[in-house]
């Protein structure tokens, strides 16, 4: 049952997920996901319809692929303004505690950035990602998405613009 279903259905969320992640190897991946957790049924013969089963599965491996990116996401901007909780050192050798307000002030920052990036498409927010926290060429992204450098570069416009105007004067380079 579960061959029959890869048979039907891996072309299809090949194409699901590459529109929406711009990525054929993370589509595969995430298709992959969806037949791991179909093969979870202990009953494959009382699975009903499939279509419906099969693009649920789907949608939420994606859910959890953008949760899980935009946690990433926060812990990382945290991180790179040093807000990560933990304490740093000072030249002396001593222990000095980052300031509470400094911490919630970073993730209240990094979720707002979240947010306002939630509101792109995922198009225009994965190259914006790669580009700005991957430290990706633009010509390497083009590459991978097949689109010129020269719509690479209006994502990112696209999306820094929106980031701007989300979160005003709260953005830093």
């Known amino acids: ?78 991180e790179h303004q040093g807000l990560t909780g933990s304490a740093k050192r000072t030249p002396e050798g ?15 920052l990094a979720e707002m950035l979240a947010c306002a990036l939630d509101e792109l498409s995922e198009k225009t927010r994965t190259i914006f990602l790669l580009f700005k926290f991957q430290g990706m060429r633009q010509k390497e992204i083009a590459g991978n998405f097949g689109i010129s450098v020269s719509a690479v570069e209006k994502h990112i416009v696209i999306a820094s613009t929106h980031v701007i105007s989300r979160m005003g004067p709260n953005v830093r380079d």
């Open 94 to 108: 001593l222990i000095d505690q980052i300031a509470p307000d400094r911490i919630v002030a970073g993730q209240e």
């Open 1 to 78: 049952m579960l061959e029959q279903l890869f048979v039907r259905y891996y072309r299809p969320l090949i194409r699901f997920f590459s529109r929406r992640v711009g990525n054929l190897a993370e589509a595969e991946d995430l298709a992959q996901d969806v037949f791991v957790k179909l093969s979870r049924y202990t009953d494959q013969t009382e699975l009903g319809s499939p279509d419906g089963l099969v693009f649920t599965i789907a949608a939420n491996v994606l859910k959890d692929r953008n949760a899980l990116s935009r946690n990433r996401l926060v812990d990382a901007i945290s």
